[in-house]
């Protein structure tokens, strides 16, 4: 990995990215909800909206990194993005707000992991597993950089200065890494290779009428639900459980960290637990997290508890989620696959800021936990089925 320049340039890429672009929302929440004096489920709406703009163009960019406009995709997704994030910077009204994430949504599409490992998918075929193992244990760290960050920048600046930081760091360092990366993962890349000629593939037009797709994709999707809603109202939890802000930005930003543990385990069991059962491992720990979580109180070793295993679960579904689909899909026309695969996902991931502001405010965080726990065993029930249908 590390003397793989195309992969720490896509991991530079990927964390400076991912930490301003996408974890600058739940960390500014509360500093939005308190200047702005917009309700809770009006913020939220917007991330919603922000992935649900992701989710539909994921299609389109699959399709123009299977043409092997990769590079492109990712340097103009990450400028647009710097753009946006600083003329967000200025908002006065909700509507600006909104129109600012959903365009923050089509750079979601163009940047974050999906068109990321589609383009390591596509540029390295069978060792695409070790490759995206490689970047997001360094992505990992993305929350561990924003969360801390940007708390320490809105203390002192406020929020609007701390956005235009922010979105200098995506102009200066996350654009120009991600064009880079792609564009020498696309030139080393063997036109017509033997094996993925040689390999059976679903049509990616077809992947729709098959019941393996919905099971596979809907599984997962619940999965992003359970780690959208519990992120982006986990510093909203803690405040409401009366913990100090600063231990609970330190425990948001140790979720980072524990994502790259669980990678890290991953790795080294890679030779004695198959992908299915790191699957499996992934939805059971996942729901137990929520439930500890649940059941923590403001107790600092339940909520370290949490952290670990919810980091850890999730850490490791960046992984295997598009090496599973590489499994049961095929290789061949990745980027049109992880692109009709990513739109569900993200329906769900789109769905679970606003999902939670509305359970929370007709019952309270209680139920949002309790909900989410349901729908990780739902999301296991629903992948064990798919995996016989496959089988």
């Known amino acids: 990995m590390f003397r793989d320049r195309q992969l720490l340039l896509m991991a530079l890429g990927q964390i400076t990215v991912w930490a301003s672009l996408l974890y600058v ?32 163009f994921a299609p389109l960019v699959g399709n123009w990194i299977d043409r092997g406009l990769g590079s492109l995709v990712m340097g103009f997704g990450s400028i647009l993005g710097a753009f946006s994030l600083y003329l967000l910077s200025f908002v006065d009204m909700i509507w600006q707000f909104y129109l600012g994430w959903c365009v923050i949504g089509f750079a979601f599409a163009c940047t974050l992991y999906e068109p990321c490992f589609a383009i390591v998918t596509r540029c ?36 609007r200065q701390c956005l235009r930081i922010f979105a200098l760091i995506v102009l200066f360092i996350s ?53 959208g809603v519990t992120l ?47 699957a499996i491992f992934c939805f059971i720990f996942m729901g137990l997290s929520v439930l500890i979580l649940l059941l923590a109180g403001s107790n600092p070793s339940l ?4 952290v670990i295993l919810f980091g850890c679960s999730y850490g490791i579904v960046s992984i295997i ?16 696959k992880s692109g009709a695969l990513a739109l569900v996902y993200l329906l769900g991931s789109a769905a679970a800021p606003l ?21 990780s065993l739902s ?13």
Request: glycine share 8%.
């Open 25 to 56: 929302f739940p960390a500014l929440l509360l500093d939005w909800e308190m200047s702005m004096a917009w309700a809770r489920s009006e913020i939220t709406g917007a991330i919603t909206l922000a992935i649900l703009v992701s989710g539909f």
């Open 124 to 159: 390295r075929g069978a060792h695409a597993k070790q490759a995206i193992i490689g970047i997001t244990l360094l992505a990992g760290f993305a929350g561990a950089i924003s969360f801390p960050l940007a708390h320490v920048l809105s203390e002192a600046y406020g929020w």
């Open 175 to 227: 654009a120009p890494a991600l064009w880079s990366a792609s564009r020498q993962l696309e030139n080393e890349r063997a036109p017509g290779d033997s094996e993925e000629r040689a390999a059976q593939h679903i049509k990616p037009l077809r992947l729709t009428k098959l019941p393996l797709f919905w099971l596979l994709s809907i599984s997962f999707s619940l999965l992003g639900v359970v780690h």
């Open 232 to 278: 982006h109202h986990l510093l909203a939890i803690l405040d409401q459980r009366s913990v100090a802000k600063d231990l609970a930005v330190t425990i948001a930003a140790f979720i980072g960290p524990m994502q790259v543990t669980g990678r890290l385990i991953m790795t080294v069991s890679a030779a004695h637990v198959t992908n299915h059962g790191v």
């Open 303 to 306: 909520l370290v508890l949490f």
């Open 321 to 336: 989620r598009p090496v599973i689909a590489r499994d049961l899909l095929g290789q061949n026309q990745f980027g049109a």
């Open 355 to 375: 999902l939670g502001a509305l359970i929370w405010r007709n019952g309270g965080y209680n139920l949002v936990l309790s909900v989410m726990l349901l729908l």
């Open 379 to 391: 999301g296991l029930m629903l992948y064990l089925i798919a995996n016989r249908l496959r089988s």
